[in-house]
């Protein structure tokens, strides 16, 4: 028996070449990894009470910490040893079209006009404003639809985390009054 050959391996002599390293990928797998590492060391700053129980308010960090930091690895792991995912046809991506990068910097746009708005408008008002500039960078028609989605969704989200869950999101001078929205 003898060794494989680049021939035999299929590569047809010179041009055979062992392939590149999936740079994008072992970027994201590092991502990953810093994630759960964040993770770790921001849950080992959280405060446990002398009432909690024996899990306590870290365990959830850290489980989740856990996992990114074990999938990172595990990612990286596999990508310096050759395995690289396979491009999934899309069903509607045409990798011939370039990045509407208009389009991307109106969504960040809005996201920093967002951070922006919570503290002196509240969240309801900045999330409200996020959600009509997705909608409106995205293409969405006719823009007061979205203003109206983007205020009845905002007003939802802060009676659900602040009204229900007792999460303290701010509520602006627009809703301070009202009960059911503060947390």
């Not at 010179?14 to 994201?28: D, K, L, N, S, T």
């Not at 959280?46 to 595990?74: C, E, M, W």
């Not at 809005?110 to 960078?137: D, Q």
């Amino acid at each position: 028996m003898t060794a494989p050959t680049a021939e035999s391996l299929g590569g047809g002599g010179p041009h055979w070449a062992a392939p590149a390293r999936p740079v994008g990928e072992i970027v994201f797998a590092c991502v990953i990894l810093s994630l759960g590492v964040v993770g770790f060391v921001a849950g080992a700053d959280i405060r446990t009470p002398p009432s909690a129980s024996d899990i306590g308010p870290r365990a959830f960090p850290f489980v989740v910490s856990g996992l990114l930091v074990l999938i990172g690895v595990g990612l990286i792991f596999q990508l310096l040893r050759g395995h690289v995912g396979v491009a999934e046809e899309g069903e509607d991506v045409d990798p011939s079209i370039k990045t509407d990068w208009l389009t991307v910097l109106k969504l960040v746009g809005f996201v920093i006009v967002h951070i922006v708005l919570i503290v002196p408008l509240g969240w309801p008002v900045a999330a409200a404003v996020l959600f009509f500039g997705a909608a409106w960078s995205l293409g969405a028609k006719p823009w007061w639809r979205n203003a109206l989605t983007g205020i009845v969704l905002a007003l939802i989200l802060q009676f659900v985390f602040a009204g229900l869950l007792g999460v303290s999101l701010p509520a602006g001078f627009l809703l301070e009054g009202v009960t059911i929205f503060n947390g």
